[in-house]
């Protein structure tokens, strides 16, 4: 009897040895947590693809903007998103009435919904409702701050007068903006002849 005792107490510490074995060889350093932390977020990470695309972003529970594309992919990864539009992409800007405001037309755009940003590239056209015009080939719309950005070369046309140069940052409406490098400057003649 007194074996069979000596027998379970060697039983057990040797299941003791083996567990503790078990977890302090198991225990991940930093380095590892973050490698699988890393495998799990590109495990989550999805692609959502869509044609003829027409979404609205909303506001205090009004459409403030309107976004159309023939094709449309939206990539998730580790709770945030970007969608990448293409083949003629049209963003309608609304005021406060539903009115057209601005509308920005380009070949394709990524917006970056955790920061609200589109991002638009080629042959990009800005039209505003007062008739001022915007032509470039990238430009960085700020939905939150209502401004525009581009390091590259801008034309801007107003119903009077035209501005080319580089370097553009200002109002999404354009009525206010400044050029790092202004190239040019030209005074636009009304036709007096006009019938």
Known sequence: MILLSLHNYIRYVLIYVCSFWFICCTDLSDYDRERVADAIADSLFSV???????????????RT???????????TRAGQSETELKDSVNVTILDSEGEIHTTVVSETARYFAHVAEFHFKYNVVVLTNDGRRLFTDYLEWSYRNRSVYTPDFVTIVTPTDSITGFGLDGSDDLETY??????????LERNRNSQ
């Open 178 to 187: 400044t050029l790092t490098e202004v190239t040019g400057e030209f005074e």
């Open 48 to 62: 959502t693809e869509t044609q003829n695309v027409q979404m609205a972003l909303i506001q205090d529970g009004r």
């Open 65 to 75: 903007v309107t976004v159309t594309a023939p094709y449309a992919a939206t990539y």
